[in-house]
């Protein structure tokens, strides 16, 4: 068979559009680092060797391949940042033949913080304030992402593959904007028990356009205030590729158990995580999902393991990371999940609430044809 192979901070998301002329490459599109659906939050975002609903589009795309419905839906909303970051996800998945061999999906992402007041004109040139020159403009990151994956054959195993051409919009209100274009690559393996997965992120690097127009008098009001003036630049995304293996097991005839690890490898410079280095950084994150009668699951997990300072002023550093933990129901054709996470560690806790939903859609019923002899 022939086939073609084809958040961030809330400081940086602000000051994202005053980068400096150089490319830049570490960090870059980090709002994408959240991930979609509460499942995933809940199990700590491994997801990569176990996806196969519309949220692989995301997680690793070769999971359509096992989407089990005519067409899926899938919605999330979540609040960052004490509720002022709002970031939403809608996505649909759809297998191409009957034998669900290939699928096809579509994802929409939204980071956004809104109502940011814009004082750049708040003093007159005569020194006078005028709060009446307060504006407010928004601060959002998209992405769309155009997902496919199919089912091969290698040496008699079977394989599911699959690929996103992903599309980053980024707007800082009247003042910088910035296109981006990437592909991702992704793989699955399943046996009897065992899954694995391989999830290759901007595998040829995803570049950023940004251009940016301020006017004579904001650009006086940045030089007096100390400020660079932003100017036109590239931003780099490298590539980050994300190993998983799943174990399931089953306890009795209501009960089952699926565990997940995932291996985070990034290469832009070295992190502050469990293993790092310049040239290569590891981090690792592993949850579970504990199901009753396929209809009531109970799901945690822990990642994100970071050195931080001690609380005590010794200037020591120990060990954080950060748990998760959530629930899910299903009611007939309707998945309804929650999780209850938080964006840094255990040090620097700002849990959220997130909700999100899937529902698979019936088939389309045959209407037979008329007997017109």
Same mark, same amino acid.
């Given at each position: ?121 708040? !003093?007159?040139? &005569? *020194?006078?304030? #005028? ?9 959002? =990151?998209?992405?769309?992402? $155009? ?117 985070? !490898?990034?290469? &832009? *410079?070295?992190? #502050? ?9 590891? =981090?690792?994150?592993?949850? $579970? ?85």
């Amino acid at each position: 068979m022939n086939l073609f192979y084809p958040k961030m901070l809330l400081v940086l998301l602000l000051s994202s559009w005053m980068l400096p002329s150089q490319a830049q490459v570490k960090y870059s599109n980090e709002f994408l680092s959240l991930g979609i659906g509460a499942r995933a939050q809940a199990m700590s975002t491994a997801q990569v060797a176990s996806t196969e609903d519309v949220l692989s589009t995301f997680w690793n795309p070769a999971g359509l391949v096992y989407l089990d419905a005519p067409l899926q839906l899938g919605l999330m909303h979540a609040e960052w940042f004490a509720g002022i970051a709002q970031y939403d996800y809608i996505g649909f998945a759809k297998p191409l033949n009957p034998e669900k061999q290939s699928s096809i999906g579509l994802s929409v992402i939204r980071l956004g913080i809104d109502n940011i007041p814009n004082t750049l004109n708040l !003093i007159g040139a &005569d *020194g006078s304030i #005028n709060y009446e020159n307060v504006t407010e403009f928004s601060a959002a =990151d998209y992405a769309v992402f $155009f997902s496919y994956a199919q089912q091969v054959k290698i040496k008699g195993k079977t394989f599911a593959m699959g690929g996103n051409a992903k599309i980053i919009r980024r707007v800082i209100g009247t003042f910088g904007n910035s296109w981006g274009f990437g592909l991702d690559f992704g793989i699955q393996h399943r046996g009897e028990k065992w899954k694995f997965g391989l999830m290759a992120r901007d595998v040829t690097s995803t570049f950023n356009a940004w251009s940016f127009s301020l006017n004579d008098r904001e650009k006086l009001v940045f030089a007096n205030t100390g400020n660079e003036i932003p100017e036109s630049s590239v931003e780099i995304t490298r590539p980050q590729f994300i190993l998983g293996a799943a174990r399931h097991f089953q306890i009795n005839e209501k009960v089952e158990l699926q565990a997940e690890m995932n291996w985070y !490898i990034t290469t &832009d *410079g070295e992190r #502050n995580v469990l293993v790092g280095s310049k040239v290569f950084n590891l =981090d690792p994150f592993a949850g $579970f999902e504990l199901a009753y009668r396929k209809t009531l699951y109970l799901r945690g997990g822990v990642g994100r393991f970071q050195q931080a300072l001690d609380d005590d002023g010794s200037g020591n550093k120990s060990w954080t990371f950060q748990p998760t933990l959530g629930v899910g129901l299903k009611i007939g054709r309707i998945f309804i999940d929650y999780a209850f996470t938080d964006v840094g560690n255990v040090s620097q806790v700002q849990y959220s609430n997130i909700f999100s939903v899937k529902l698979n859609f019936k088939e389309r019923s045959k209407i037979p044809k008329l007997n017109t002899q």
